[in-house]
């Protein structure tokens, strides 16, 4: 059913939005649940492996793996609000997702998704504290300190994705057909015929002026973290120091580059290619890389991979950092 087709449905007759598939070939459409389901197993297992990891040798209980054990579980969840939907609608031969569904998947997608730019920005702060002021670190990154950082990440991020749930949800839908293979707001936001949508707008504005800030502040960070780094004497301490700092960079980077893309960039009325691509890899790509970036810069983290699947394991636990 076309787009003009569906001009005239209201609010109220929407009870499920069609989502975009990527083919109509069955034989295509088992192809892509394969090909999404390895990425998505890839991407469980990988992180999966990072909380082990960290959960159990107690030598990695400090604040910069508790922040990286967070943001493990936040790109697990991440991709578990949109692939397994995906997958189970190219198995089933269906496009359909009920309207709490989609409200559902634009919540928790948001919701993970702040969470993972306020962690991030977290981590810059703590490795700051830990290159540019060692003697102070243990004040200030104490285990209260990190707990209570991580929780106002988790508590804020929630809001924020209820504020942009209910901004993108107000309005009046013309349509349910959703040209993306979730629901994406950029994506819902086209299909609304009220004036109502430009208060998911201003949303969006006020967002992105966080979102600055937050970045500015991380470039700010990163300028005196290599700052000290260069001053260090030894070639091993300034190995070691960005062998902490250069994962971090590299999988900020990777998100906010991505997630900029799909979202400032212009939306089309019909699906294109680039919209699918830009989508795919600010969603999926970030999760998956995140656990091969910091694993294959981090010494200590190939360490204890290589206990845990030696099945040599820490008799600490993790959870001792929390007692």
Known sequence: MHLKEQSRINQTSITEFLLLEFSE??????????????????????NLLIISAVAFDHHLHTPMYFFLVNLAMQDLGQVSVIIPKFMSNSLMNTRHISYSGCVAQVLFFLFFLASDFSLLTVMAYDRYIAICNPLQYEVLMNKQACIQMVTSVWISSFFYGVLHTGGTFAPTFCSNIVNQFFCEIPQLLKLTCSDLYLLEIGIV????????????FIIITYVHI????????SIEGRQKAFS???PHLIVFSIFVFTGCFAYLKPTSNTPSHLDLALTIIYSMFPPLMNPVIYSMRNKEIKLSLLKLL?????????????V
């Open 25 to 46: 070939v069955r034989e295509l459409q088992i192809l892509h649940f394969f090909l999404f389901l390895v990425l998505y197993l890839a991407t469980v297992t990988g």
């Open 226 to 233: 290599f700052s000290a780094v260069l001053k260090i004497p």
């Open 244 to 246: 902490t700092c250069l």
């Open 205 to 216: 504005v006020v967002s992105a002026v966080i979102g600055l800030g937050c970045f500015i």
């Open 310 to 322: 030696g099945l040599r394991h820490s008799r600490n636990s993790f959870f001792t950092f929390l």
